[in-house]
């Protein structure tokens, strides 16, 4: 897996490449949870468009970022969700529970 990161003020768009599983999820849990409580970023857009692979500790990591930014009252938008990682969050029941939004642009905007 392979994490990029775009910060914008505070607001930050989180690129991920690859399968989140046991053994990546940490790299993405320290990436979120540290741009929420160390960069004071208001808004994490995670752009899932090239994972096509998420298991139940990749879920996790997304529910701890979800955490911490309603604990922060900031905001977590998922992006670019394949149809294995939504059929996992669908499976899971969690896919409403998440923000999702149809493009970068939506997840980014001012009013979003």
Request: charged letters at 25%; proline letters at 2%.
């Amino acid at each position: 897996m392979e994490i990029n990161v775009k910060r914008d003020g505070a607001r930050s768009i989180v690129y991920v490449t690859g399968d989140i599983d046991l053994y990546t999820s940490p790299q993405l849990r320290e990436t979120v949870l540290d741009l929420f409580q160390r960069r004071n970023q208001q808004r994490v857009v995670l752009n899932l468009s090239e994972v096509h692979y998420i298991d139940s500790s990749g879920i996790a990591s997304l529910v701890e970022g979800l955490q911490e930014a309603k604990k922060l009252h900031a905001r977590f938008i998922l992006v670019g969700l394949n149809e294995a990682p939504r059929h996992v969050l669908e499976l899971t029941r969690l896919l409403n529970v998440f923000e999702i939004a149809a493009s970068e642009e939506e997840a980014t905007a001012a009013d979003a």
